[in-house]
């Protein structure tokens, strides 16, 4: 009897080898992609690129891509998978088994249901943009991890969408990618707005080759961004209760879904009095490119003796002079964690504290709802697009310093210390399902798929197999 309490205790452990994540946009720390620079952009480094017949969009769907890769970096390995909608299934095939094969030689438990999923949707007419992927299990020691390894962006166009709108799908699915390679979690209102900030930077970049016209960085803030105005939606966001600190409350932890579907509230619960999708957009998209923005101008502003801070400094330099590649990887309990709860001086915080030159996020967050709202006033929109016509966000500027390659040296991804592979990280117990979890940010969105089913489905059976042969043996 004791010999098989043991193998109970075998097949136990196993189990709990690597942790589970939430269902709902559950907290990731750590990412196995790479990040290189290149004087001139190389094939090596691109995306691998997979169509369905017929896909019109391609040449516009590299342009935006490339424009990302000269400015971030190239993020590998990465699939952008464009299926053109409303098509039949002979018309995806091909497509749908190269996607497939990527997806399964980087994660083994996904036998192309992904790609199968957007196929599905571009059959039904398409009109979805987003960036999934699953973590695996990084085998590092006594308590394995979760890593993100692979990128992949979906490209599903309706028949009616153009190829300038392609190409600035592209700069935001990409600039998610680019994202990803950081140490996480990040918030929701900085992994959206940053991409949105990303497309109005490069939005002067939009030459009419591919259709569309150029705007400057003023007139995308302005009526574009994805959501037809980033300064109208935070003014809109704000009006509707000017004494709701929005970003303080809900910016950071996006909730997918809803609590009848059974997912998790956030911590501070969900925004009320917003229509989910189009209103609470307002918060993640427009409100986070704004508040991006506002961290680069207070930036500039309290880092004057020192040269100050420009936008190009928020996105690639290294060090407390930036942003993005200061993030370090901070694990937060995986199936309760939220982006908020990271603590004052780690992570995200830490190093968006480190670039503003506030004390705290807390400090930086009050900071803007102070700006946004006086004496009960909400700020217009004219004040507001005044506000960002300073240092490198003056449509001169950007049109200059947006044509800046990047650079960095040294960069490295984010995956768990030796210290940390020692230690089991924060827990609730949920680390024994075997069920897959997923998160989706929808429409321009990344999802997240995990587990270590294979592996652990192989193992079970082992275990089974030296129950049994105990039990025999016993009897």
Partial sequence: MLTILVVFSIIQTTFAACQQVRGCNGPESYSKLTLTTEAT??????????????YAHLAATKAGIDIVRTFLGSVQPTIVASFQGGGVDSDYTDAKEQCGLFTQS?????????????????????GQYYLSGQSVCYECGEHDKKAYPAAQVYMIPSTTDTSSNLMYRAIHEYTHAVQKSFGMPIPGWMMEGGAVFMECLM??????THGGFSQTFSQ???????????????????????????????????????AADGNMLPPNGVPPGLIEGRET?????????YLLAFAVVKANEKFADDGGRSFVDLWTAQGKKGFWHSIEPYELDPMTGWPSEVPEGKGWKKALSEFTGYNSVTDFYAAFEKFMVTNGVVKSEADLSAF????SLTNVKVAELNL??????????????EETCGTQGPTSGGSSSLSPSSFSFSPSSFTTTTDKANEMTVSISVMISLLMFVILNVC
């Fill in 41 to 54: 952009l190389s094939s090596a480094t691109a995306p691998t690129y997979v169509s369905s017949k017929d």
């Fill in 220 to 258: 995308c803030f302005t009526t574009g961004g994805g959501r037809a105005g980033v300064v109208k939606n935070l003014k809109r966001l704000y009006e509707k209760d000017p004494s709701k600190k929005w970003m303080t409350l809900y910016g950071a932890d996006r909730m997918c879904g809803s």
């Fill in 281 to 289: 957009g307002w918060i993640y998209y427009d409100a986070g490119a």
């Fill in 106 to 126: 980087y994660t083994p438990n996904d036998a192309g249901e992904t790609c199968a999923q957007a196929v599905e949707q571009a059959k039904a007419g398409g």
């Fill in 388 to 391: 960002l016509n300073v240092g």
């Fill in 404 to 417: 800046v390659k990047a650079s960095f040296t040294g960069y490295q991804p984010r995956l768990p210390s």
């Fill in 203 to 208: 939005s002067n970049r939009a030459d009419g």
